[in-house]
C-alpha cells in the first residue's frame, strides 16, 4: 500500500465541487480496454465501440491521446493519473468519478462489492443491483488499473487520493499534459 501521508484522509462526499452522488452513470466499458482498443485503430475515434466512446469521453482522453498513443502501459497509466488530477472533477465523465465512489465507500462504510452495493442503493444513486454492479465493476476496475485502489475498493494510493481531494499540485511542472513528451523507462 502506498502511503506517505502522516494523517488519514477524510474523503469527502463532494470532490471539488463535484457531488459524487449525481450524474453517476453506469458503464461496460473499463479503462485498460479502451485505452487498448484506441491504440489497436491507431487513436482513431470513430473506430471505438459507443460503449469504449463513453469511456473515452468520460476520461477526456482526446487532451493526451497523442501521448497516450506512444506511450508504454506504465507511462499510460500515469498520463491518466496526471490528466485526472490537473482537470476539475466536474470536467470527467461517470468512469473516472466511479473510482472515487468506490474509494469513497470503501474508506467509509467498508470495503467489498456487497457494501458498494447497498450504498448505492441506499443513498439514491440507482435502485437497480445491475447499474450498482456496473458502477463497482467500472469503478474498481479502473482504480485496480490505475494502481490507486485495490481489488476490494480501498485505497492503495493515499498520495493520489490526496492530491485529487486537494486540488492538484501539478505534477508537470506547470506545463499543458497536451504537450508532455514521453522518454525513458519511468
Known amino acids: 500500500m502506498k502511503h506517505t501521508i502522516l494523517e488519514p484522509i477524510k474523503l469527502p462526499n463532494i470532490l471539488r465541487g463535484r457531488n459524487i452522488h449525481h450524474n453517476v452513470i453506469p458503464t461496460?466499458?473499463?479503462l485498460k480496454n479502451m485505452l487498448?482498443?484506441?491504440?489497436?485503430?491507431?487513436g482513431v475515434y470513430t473506430q471505438l465501440k459507443?460503449?469504449?466512446?463513453?469511456s473515452y469521453q468520460a476520461y477526456q482522453i482526446d487532451e493526451i491521446k497523442l501521448a497516450i498513443l506512444f506511450a508504454s502501459d506504465e507511462q499510460r497509466k500515469n498520463l491518466i493519473k496526471q490528466h485526472i488530477l490537473s482537470g476539475s472533477p466536474n470536467e470527467f465523465g461517470a468512469s473516472c468519478i466511479d473510482i472515487y465512489l468506490v474509494a469513497y465507500v470503501a474508506e467509509t462504510y467498508g470495503p467489498g462489492k456487497a457494501v458498494f452495493v447497498d450504498y448505492i442503493m441506499k443513498s439514491g444513486i440507482s435502485e437497480k443491483v445491475n447499474s450498482a454492479q456496473a458502477i463497482w465493476q467500472v469503478g474498481k476496475g479502473d482504480g485496480v488499473y490505475?494502481?490507486?485502489l485495490n481489488n476490494d475498493g480501498t485505497i492503495r494510493d493515499w498520495d493520489f487520493f490526496a492530491k485529487w481531494i486537494n486540488g492538484n499540485q501539478r505534477w508537470d511542472n506547470g506545463n499543458s499534459l497536451k504537450h508532455l513528451s514521453i522518454s525513458g523507462d519511468h
Open 28 to 30: 461496460v466499458c473499463n
Open 146 to 148: 490505475l494502481e490507486i
Open 36 to 42: 487498448n482498443k484506441l491504440i489497436s485503430v491507431q
Open 50 to 54: 459507443q460503449w469504449e466512446k463513453r
